[in-house]
Each structure stands twice: as C-alpha cells, then as structure tokens.
T-cell receptor, first 116, second 111 residues
C-alpha cells in the first residue's frame, strides 16, 4: 500500500526556536496533504490543508504565521512551527491522498514535538 | 470542527469478550472509517465503510453504518490483550477532503 513518511519522528526543542516537520508520500504523488495535531489523550484535529503549488488553507483558530506550511512538490509538504512554546508540544500527523475521489488517506507515523 | 462522537469514552473488558464501540456524526458523509492508535503511536487504518453500505466485516471486526441515524458501530469479537488501544471513527464529506475524527474510545482488554 501507499506509504507516507514523516521526519523527524521525535523532536525536543527550546522555547522560541523553530521546528520543521517533513511529510513525504513515498510511492505516489499527493496533490493534497493534511496536517493534524493531537494533544495527549485527545483526538486528532485538522490544522490545515496543504495544496501543492498554492497556499495552505488553515482551520479556524490555527495561526498561519505560526504554523508555516509549504507544499513545494507533489511528494513533500513541510510544517514549520515558528517560535515554538510549550503549549505547542503535541503529536503532529500528516496524511495524503493522490487527489480526485480516492477514498483512502494515508497517514504518516506522526512527529512528537516537545518544547521545553 | 469535530463532528464525531464515540461512546463509550473508555471500555474495559476481559480477554475473549466482545467489544462494541459506537460513533455518531452530524452531517452527510461520503465514507466512515475506523482507526486504531496505540499509545503515542500513529494511526492504523482498520476498515472503511461507504455511505451506501450498511455492514462490513474484516477478520474479527464488524462495522455497521446507519445513515438515517448518522451512527456507526465497531464490534471486535473475541478480544485479545493486543487489541488494547484507542479507537477513532473518522468521516469525510467527499474524496480528497480532510477526515473529521471522533473523540475516540480507549479500549483496555485485560488478560
């Protein structure tokens, strides 16, 4: 089946620094990727929709200047958490599908971010 | 916004028993999917049921969908300790749209 990878799998950083998370579709081209965030013992919440070649669409309450998304190619989307703070500590998960009416979204394994 | 609601929020059963989890949603859907997540790990896709389907089986899993009630159930038969995880339902309105996840059910299967 299709594979989506994320890098890094785990990152610990100091407050105020920026962290970049990569999401790659390994064996298919993804015109659209989605970024979710999951706080401990909670469900996944959609943060933004990343569209190749155009600006990302952010969900209400998600600061676009804080969570920078770049979908520069059909296989790579990046999420940069700028000036990270402890409250940004969370599990970030991306998903991708190949567009059109494909039913299945393929999820990456997630990135655990801890901001000290 | 999150539209799926699972119940129960937590379920503890003995190994060998059946586990039933329910999910309700608010708007029209294209598909409904169930995922499993072990603590601190990624999602594992379990099963997808389309809006025009009423029941689907996969191994020890049985999923039902009632679009008139906007609800779905996931039945795990003959549960095992390894089934201990959180289970989420997720819906999508159409292809290539983001999934909306329910709050999840934490299942504990005691050996």
């Amino acid at each position: 089946g299709a594979v989506v990878s994320q890098h890094p799998s785990r990152v610990i950083c100091k407050s105020g620094t920026s962290v970049k998370i990569e999401c790659r579709s390994l064996d298919f081209q993804a015109t659209t990727m989605f970024w979710y965030r999951q706080f401990p013992k909670q469900s996944l919440m959609l943060m933004a929709t990343s569209n190749e070649g155009s600006k990302a669409t952010y969900e209400q309450g998600v600061e676009k200047d804080k969570f920078l998304i770049n979908h520069a190619s059909l296989t790579l989307s990046t999420l940069t958490v700028t000036s990270a703070h402890p409250e940004d500590s969370s599990f970030y998960i991306c998903s991708a599908n190949s567009g059109g009416w494909t039913d299945t979204q393929y999820f990456g394994p997630g990135t655990r971010l801890t901001v000290l | 916004s999150q539209q799926g609601e699972e119940d129960p929020q937590a379920l503890s059963i003995q190994e060998g028993e059946n586990a039933t989890m329910n999910c309700s949603y608010k708007t029209s859907i294209n598909n409904l999917q169930w995922y499993r997540q072990n603590s601190g790990r990624g999602l594992v896709h379990l099963i997808l049921i389309r809006s025009n389907e009423r029941e689907k089986h996969s191994g020890r899993l049985r999923v039902t969908l009632d679009t008139s009630k906007k609800s779905s159930s996931l039945l795990i038969t003959a549960s095992r300790a390894a089934d201990t995880a959180s289970y989420f339902c997720a819906t999508d309105a159409a292809g290539n749209t983001p999934l909306v996840f329910g709050k999840g059910t934490r299942l504990s299967v005691i050996a």
